[in-house]
């Protein structure tokens, strides 16, 4: 199984900052990847797909990046409303889909 | 718009079973791959189960292998996940979710419920 592996696990900051979140595969996964966001009490969202394309109605201040086994999420100029958990997922070799261990986003 | 609507959760002994349903609405129920996704309290998603547009073709992860089973009627447009043997482990809220084929390529955890919880417990 393809273990993605999120860093850091806790990440504070201040709004109106800029945030990057990395996600690195255990092998290549090509672009195969998306980052979803999730807030308390409601499912996953998805936000990225195939590593850099935004999801419908996702704003342009998300933007996902890389290739092979290293990704990244940088969300620009961060909102109150991006306070969240951030996971990466896989789809290039499934069974099974692997999902990171996630990413929470705190206000500084 | 894509509606899925996951029911069935409740209080289970270990050792028994449970049956998930999830209703689809909104979309060609049965042009679509479909998932089950679970979440234990304070942990990440966990992919453990998909079933083709068809339902000829149905995956598992290694966890739940011999003791869940998918299925889905295409006429109802109703996802199932029927749980057996049930552990404390396998408490979490199970999602029902949809791929997308967007630009060509097949995204496959594009839509999901709103989650049903089961707990494992005696």
């Known amino acids: 199984d393809i273990v993605l592996t999120q860093s850091p696990a806790t990440m504070s900051v201040s709004p109106g900052e800029r945030a990057t979140l990395s996600c690195r595969a255990s092998?290549?996964?090509?672009?195969?990847l998306a980052w979803f966001q999730q807030k308390p009490g409601q499912a996953p969202r998805l936000l990225i797909h195939?590593?850099?394309t935004r999801a419908t109605g996702v704003p342009d201040r998300f933007t996902g990046s890389g290739s092979g086994r290293e990704f990244t999420l940088t969300i620009a100029s961060l909102q109150s409303e991006d306070f969240a958990v951030y996971y990466c997922?896989?789809?290039?070799?499934?069974?099974?889909?692997?999902f990171g261990q996630g990413t929470k986003l705190e206000i500084k | 718009e894509v509606q899925l609507v996951e029911s069935g959760g409740r209080v289970v002994q270990p050792g028994g079973s449970q049956r998930l349903s999830c209703s689809a609405s909104?979309?060609?129920?049965?042009?679509?791959?479909m998932f089950w996704v679970r979440q234990a309290p304070g942990k990440g998603p966990e992919y453990i189960s998909s079933?083709?547009?068809?339902?000829?073709?149905?995956y598992y992860t290694d966890s739940v292998k011999g003791r869940f089973s998918i299925s889905r009627d295409n006429s109802k447009n109703i996802l199932y996940l029927q749980m057996n043997s049930l552990r404390p482990e396998d408490s979490a809220v199970y999602y029902c979710?949809?791929?997308?084929?967007?630009?060509?390529?097949?995204?496959?955890?594009?839509?999901w419920g709103q989650g049903t919880l089961v707990t494992v417990s005696s």
């Open positions: 997922q896989q789809y290039n070799n499934w069974p099974p889909y692997t």
């Open positions: 195939g590593a850099s």
């Open positions: 979710v949809k791929e997308e084929a967007i630009s060509g390529l097949v995204i496959p955890f594009v839509s």
């Open positions: 092998e290549s996964i090509n672009i195969n």
């Open positions: 909104g979309f060609s129920f049965g042009s679509y791959a």
């Open positions: 079933i083709s547009s068809s339902g000829g073709s149905e």
